[in-house]
């Protein structure tokens, strides 16, 4: 399978009742082989009225938040300059736009229904041309997803995102799949280390000292060697020139109001430009995938013959 494709279910009628379970699993199969699902309308509740007020809403310039970010555990907004007066509706809004999203994907991604921790939602205000961002947050550069804050240990990131911008697309680049890529640039010597990471008698001692530390108050992030070499990878990608210059890529223009179902620790993405986009972020159980030997973690575990998760 080589570049991503951008399959259209607006009118596929996918709500439909007849074979809802079969057609569930074919659309989750699309999603693991590195595939984005595309509906041109919002196929999910977002009134207009909530639309409008985040047409309006401006971010704090801080460089701590990339984005507003809506945590739905704690039920809290970050991201708004302190003291705005649009607090207590953007958090109405998030909280409602996070409950509507998981809703729409409990149906039609239900063979994962409930296999998954739900992640933040986030609401990207800010236009994405020239955005000048350190190069690891960059977004205009091409990466696969991985958290630095909050490691998945193999479970996979799948992202809805929506495009509010009542006139304006929001434009991608899209490149191979994450077994491709990896097999292309992924750096030899830390394939080998993650090999002998994982053999070395020491890796759990360490983990355990880590977790001790933490107990203790000091936030060290306890980085699964999976996430280790994600995040390593996310990093080695946006730095490659020869890689972001020459590697084979597709160019997606969401319109309007569309909404998109993606791997994004699969896919390889940037955004070039947009503004006004809303996203939710799903982290799929494992144990959930119809696709199993397309995970990244089942791809480094073929490159090196050890076992990557905990
Ligand atoms: C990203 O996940 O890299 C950014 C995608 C977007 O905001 O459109
Ligand atoms: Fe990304």
Redesign the pocket.
Known sequence: MGLTEVRDFSLAGWAEPDRAEERARGYCECLEEGNILFFAQTPFSLPESDRSFLLNVRQTSSAVHKNISYKPDRDRVHGLTPGNADGEELLRIMRSYSQSVTNFVRQFLSPYRDRWHLDFASY?SIE?EDRDLPLQKR?DLL?V?SFPTRPSNGHRIL?V?TNLNPTQP?V?LTSDPFDLLVRKYGNPARLNHLASESRSPWRHVNRRLIRLTRSLGIPLVDRPLYDQFMLGFHHELKGNRDFQENCPKSRWEFPPGSTWLVF?DTVP???LS?QF?L?QTFIIQRDALLLPHKAPYRVLEELTGVSVVD
């Open positions: 990207r994405e977004n990466h997803d992202r995102f929001r991608w994004t993405h940037a955004v947009g986009a996203e």
